[in-house]
């Protein structure tokens, strides 16, 4: 999935999919073999963004399919915690909480319905 800062470039580590027949030779030979290159990232899904933004098969989930608890959508409001709905948006498939709070935090009922 794309990464919820649209400005980023990233894809999200929260879901990914890979093809096993071709994942080692994409992601965990080049690690392996240039490891210190890597260690400048802050996390996984920079590297494995890095990784395979350049090969020519790599695509991503929709949109539509994901979204992020605190962020109804990816348009910008994200930084102003007045304006977190902690809606349920109806095309996701997906909820991503990240940071605080968990699941079992929520006091949302579409989240207690959910995480059972």
Known sequence: MNDFNPN?????SSI???NNETTSELIWKPY???RTKFKKHPGDQNIISEL?????DTISF???WT???KWYDRSGKRY???KWTFEQHPTAKVCVFHGSPNPHDSTQEWVKNHWK
């Not at 980023?8 to 999200?12: A, I």
């Not at 395979?52 to 020519?56: D, G, L, Y």
């Open 52 to 56: 395979i933004r350049k090969h020519k």
């Open 80 to 82: 102003h915690r007045e």
């Open 16 to 18: 990914m999919r890979f």
């Open 67 to 69: 979204q992020s608890y």
């Open 62 to 64: 929709p949109d539509e």
């Open 32 to 34: 392996i073999t240039d």
């Open 8 to 12: 980023s470039g990233l894809f999200n």
